[in-house]
């Protein structure tokens, strides 16, 4: 799965979550700059990118995550894509 995919998935997912959010999702956002993005919502977050994605997460894997980019990453290695 490119790049690419992996964030128009992961856009769709934001933009449904986090509604009052209009900025960019790219690799170096962030909960803070999020307003809505809090712990509920990060587990919310989480379980929607697992479903979207058919993957499953380790909690080790999702507590370091310092930034979206990260997460790309994470989902490229879970669906095999990722060097």
């Given at each position: 799965?490119?790049?690419?995919?992996?964030?128009?998935?992961?856009?769709?997912?934001?933009?449904?979550?986090?509604?009052?959010?209009?900025?960019?999702?790219?690799?170096?956002?962030?909960?803070?700059?999020?307003?809505?993005?809090?712990?509920?919502?990060?587990?919310?977050?989480?379980?929607?990118?697992?479903?979207?994605?058919?993957?499953?997460?380790?909690?080790?894997?999702?507590?370091?995550?310092?930034?979206?980019g990260?997460?790309?990453?994470?989902?490229?290695r879970?669906?095999?894509?990722?060097?």
């Amino acid at each position: 799965m490119t790049e690419d995919i992996v964030y128009a998935k992961l856009t769709e997912i934001v933009r449904t979550l986090f509604d009052e959010y209009e900025g960019p999702v790219n690799a170096g956002l962030t909960a803070k700059a999020v307003q809505q993005w809090d712990s509920l919502a990060n587990v919310q977050l989480m379980v929607m990118v697992e479903q979207a994605f058919k993957i499953r997460f380790r909690v080790d894997e999702m507590t370091g995550l310092a930034n979206v980019g990260e997460l790309v990453t994470l989902i490229q290695r879970k669906v095999g894509t990722h060097s």
